[in-house]
């Protein structure tokens, strides 16, 4: 193919350079020291390195810039690196290794770098240095913005989905919470003893009046009382081989400081001096009572400085984490249905989708969806503004917390109910002992319940659970009196005739919560929220299946959470000027979602207007006829 021109003008020869020469050495037009038209004669005429060429003309890369030095030796030019990576990445090639191999044989990848042989060296200190997240957003959302501007997308409607990618992580080195509770009640338990046998040694010898030594207090520490219920619960469940209890209570271990048994080692240093009392090491040598004490006491602060750190790195709102990747969470992969159960160190990617482009990405730690809907729709609007006007998910964003920040933002709202399709059974308009299959009366501004066997559900108190940060309110009713009802067994939960003949009737009600899931409901029933859901499985589970299935993308290169977001990046921008250039070349359009069979039916006769059309007969097929209708009548 004969190119009018280059994306790229460079000369083989690594030169100092300066930053205002980048785009110069790459967008002008200028005579070549070595002749590279062959290259461009052999390519096709649809190869996507034209279409790169054509989006990366139009970007600004400024940003990028800015992370190169102007001191020493200048190596390859950032663009052409970040071209050479983005090529890569839209042939769903994310290793280094590999990349090199292409730029010295592939001619798409030679007629990017215009000769040059870049190492694998160049190509990690590039994606270490020089591409930032910042960077790699910015060239994304400059993209996004000529999209917009083309009809391609709008910005204002996501589908949003997440999946599990396996970490670059050792799956045998793990920490969970539960393991460390444990081993935390136990090393709380050895302390205990050790502040024990340190009074009584002050006490039995008076140094606590001699030296002005106080007694050693054991520290109180939250939630390790739930711990130790769910211990002892565990031993006599293992007796009847049941399965064992999860033991996640997060602990407030900032009151458990190792500065106090620091303390005491002082205090013992001290007494020991005073004493002329000599610790010694070695074999054969007898240990004072002192010395044994001061060790037990380094040891139960060595392993408490332990526990600490892991609590720090696993924080609040993860129960483990790995040791060879200490931001990988383990989560349940989904890799086949006999491996349904398997944890992996992993990390959960979401993507915002719009005409099977990916708007945003967010890449987290979390084993659950509904805690990352709000940063994905945050990232949107500290990029294009508040221009999104409609949100699709499925069931596992469904929370009160982000239907309420849809609602405030006054974002229509089209995510799925967890209890979507129970409220399609019979069951579900039967439970006589749930709110929503009662009447209500209002007497006095008091708005009460009316069970199925008439009595009323009078409000009692209002109630408040703090859970992630975030405060939720429930309205408690109950009934005063139960006694007699003959439909106690289908109401209450769990009725035992014999233990719960006294038990009333209560339940609590989140009526924010109720009231806005009433009105994501209705969006999702309408003709517009089934075309959204329709629309969703189809852009979201598509990139997946791609990334997945087709592109083998299981398992990241890299390590920690900011460089697993670089390298999803780098594949996500690849992929959408890829699904760009499929556009440009009709190979594929637009979802509408399905269509019914009027609509298919006058879609096929705008297409085919002569189709189901009677045409004119012919006079070969007259002659025809009439030569079977004489042969017919000599035979009569």
Not at 261 to 280: G, R, S
Not at 419 to 430: F, Q
Request: hydrophobic share 30%; aromatic share 12%; with cysteine.
């Amino acid at each position: 193919m004969a190119n009018d021109n280059h994306l790229f003008s460079v000369t083989c020869y690594n030169v100092t350079m300066q930053k205002q020469d980048y785009y110069n050495e790459f967008f002008e037009l200028g005579q070549q020291k070595i002749n590279f038209s062959f290259f461009e004669l052999s390519l096709p005429d649809d190869d996507p390195v034209y279409t790169l060429k054509k989006v990366m003309e139009e970007l600004d890369f400024s940003g990028l810039l800015a992370n190169c030095s102007d001191k020493g030796r200048i190596g390859y030019n950032p663009i052409m690196m970040y071209a050479v990576v983005t090529y890569a990445n839209m042939r769903g090639v994310r290793a280094v290794d590999r990349i090199v191999e292409l730029c010295e044989r592939d001619l798409a990848f030679i007629w990017l770098t215009k000769g040059q042989k870049p190492k694998r060296d160049a190509f990690y200190e590039f994606k270490n240095k020089k591409l930032t997240a910042d960077v790699l957003d910015e060239r994304n959302y400059q993209f996004l913005r000529r999209l917009q501007k083309e009809g391609f997308i709008t910005l204002k409607s996501l589908f949003i989905d997440g999946t599990k990618i396996e970490a670059n992580a050792n799956r045998y080195t793990f920490v969970w919470r539960g393991t460390l509770n444990y081993h935390l009640a136990g090393l709380l338990d050895a302390v205990d003893s050790v502040y024990q046998k340190y009074n009584t040694l002050i006490d039995e010898n008076e140094y606590g009046i001699k030296y002005d030594i106080p007694h050693a207090h054991m520290f109180v520490i939250e939630g390790m009382e739930k711990v130790r219920d769910v211990i002892e619960k565990n031993r006599t469940r293992k007796l009847t081989k049941h399965k064992k209890l999860s033991n996640n209570t997060i602990i407030e271990i900032d009151n458990c400081s190792p500065l106090e048994i620091l303390k005491l080692q002082k205090n013992l240093i001290q007494i020991a001096e005073q004493e002329h009392i000599t610790f010694v090491y070695g074999k054969g040598k007898r240990k004072s009572e002192i010395q044994q004490l001061y060790e037990e006491l380094e040891s139960c602060g060595e392993r408490l400085m332990g526990y600490k750190e892991c609590f720090e790195i696993m924080g609040k709102d993860r129960n483990s984490y790995s040791k060879t990747d200490l931001e990988a969470t383990f989560m349940r992969m989904k890799e086949d249905h006999m491996k349904n159960g398997q944890l992996k160190a992993a990390y959960n990617v979401q993507i915002a989708v719009e005409n099977y482009f990916i708007v945003q990405a967010y890449v987290s730690n979390d084993r659950t969806d509904y805690n990352t809907l709000i940063p994905v729709l945050e990232k949107h609007k500290n990029a294009f503004g508040e221009i999104l006007g409609e949100v699709t998910a499925d069931s596992g964003y469904c929370s009160e917390k982000n239907l309420l920040y849809l609602k405030k933002h006054k974002i229509s709202s089209y995510i799925k109910l967890q209890d979507h399709e129970k409220r399609k059974t019979r069951a579900y308009t039967e439970e006589i002992g749930k709110y929503y299959n009662m009447k209500t009366q209002i007497f006095e501004d008091e708005l009460y319940y009316i069970c199925h066997d008439g009595r009323e559900l009078h409000h009692i108190r209002t109630e408040k659970k703090e859970q992630a940060g975030y405060t939720q309110t429930f309205e408690v009713y109950g009934c005063s009196d139960c006694s007699g009802c003959r439909h106690k067994e289908k109401c209450l939960y769990k009725y035992d005739a014999e233990k719960d003949a006294e038990k009333n009737k209560v339940m609590k009600i989140n009526e924010r919560w109720e009231e806005l899931k009433e009105e994501t409901n209705e969006n999702i029933q309408s003709e517009e929220g089934i075309l959204k859901r329709q629309t969703r499985s189809i852009q979201t589970e598509g990139h997946f299946g791609d990334i997945k299935e087709n592109e083998n993308f299981r398992r990241f290169h890299y390590r920690s959470k900011e460089k697993v977001y670089k390298e999803f990046m780098l594949y996500a921008i690849g992929r959408n000027i890829m699904k760009y250039h499929r556009f440009l070349h009709h190979e594929i359009e637009k979802y509408e979602g399905k269509r019914s069979r009027k609509q298919f039916r006058q879609r096929s006769a705008s297409q085919n207007p002569n189709k189901g059309v009677l045409r004119p007969k012919t006079d070969s097929y007259k002659r025809r006829r009439q030569s079977v209708e004489n042969q017919c009548l000599e035979k009569v």
